[in-house]
């Protein structure tokens, strides 16, 4: 399975854009990739997925590289309930893989 | 669409005594997933259902783990003889065939202390 690397930890202040980093430099052409997010204790939540093009929706925009080896979640304007764990991960869209392979994640501190 | 329900919320048990968990998927969905999490880590697959097939398990569930889906609805997992390392929540996802790229939805969780 393809791994990703992402910071362990970032911090940003309240109404002010978060750029959340994640290389995934073995990915292969059918993978997505995938970001969702764990709020204390909840269960993940997804946020956001992509396969060249970047992507937006009502909670985040996604920024994939030409290359793909490297993508960046964006909240426009971070408020204190986005504090959480992003993770980003890649989804094999062949065959028959369905399950998700996480890593760390990156724990996202907003302050007031 | 109530969400993913997981029960109980909370486990707490002695070592050795066996525990089932439930989950109720979303309604219109075929497939279901079970994760283990532990503190500070991301989730860790243990198996998958599509209907009531189980179509993988993980190395990670081991001969005391079993996961039953009987009815290709709601989901059952069993831990038998519990064991202190297998403290941890768990968690349950669902997601529909052709649905935009298995986007899942879990629930809150089953978090089980073995004491």
């Known amino acids: 399975d393809a791994k990703t690397t992402q910071p362990n930890s970032m911090e940003s202040n309240e109404e002010e854009p978060v750029h959340l980093p994640c290389n995934h430099s073995t990915i292969s052409g059918t993978d997505y990739i995938h970001w969702y997010r764990q709020l204390p204790s909840q269960g993940p939540e997804y946020v956001i997925h992509g396969l060249t093009s970047n992507v937006n929706n009502r909670m985040a925009s996604l920024a994939i590289a030409e290359d793909r080896k490297s993508s960046t979640l964006i909240l426009h304007r971070a408020t204190l309930r986005d504090a959480a764990v992003y993770y980003c991960i890649l989804r094999d869209n062949a065959g028959n893989n369905r399950k998700l392979i996480w890593g760390l994640g990156t724990s996202l501190a907003v302050n007031p | 669409d109530t969400g993913v329900s997981q029960n109980p919320r909370h486990k707490i048990t002695k070592r050795g005594q066996n525990v089932t968990f439930r989950c109720d998927p979303i309604s219109e969905h075929n497939r279901l997933y079970w994760y283990r999490q532990t503190l500070g880590q991301g989730p860790e697959f243990l198996t998958y259902?599509?209907?009531?097939?189980?179509?993988?398990k993980s190395r990670l569930l081991s001969d005391r783990f079993s996961a039953e889906r009987p009815k290709g609805s709601f989901s059952t997992l069993e831990i038998q003889r519990t064991e202190q390392g297998d403290s941890a929540m768990y968690l349950c996802?669902?997601?529909?065939?052709?649905?935009?790229?298995?986007?899942?939805?879990f629930g809150a969780g089953t978090r089980l202390s073995v004491l």
């Open positions: 996802a669902s997601s529909r065939t052709g649905g935009s790229k298995n986007i899942q939805y």
């Open positions: 259902f599509q209907n009531e097939a189980q179509l993988e």
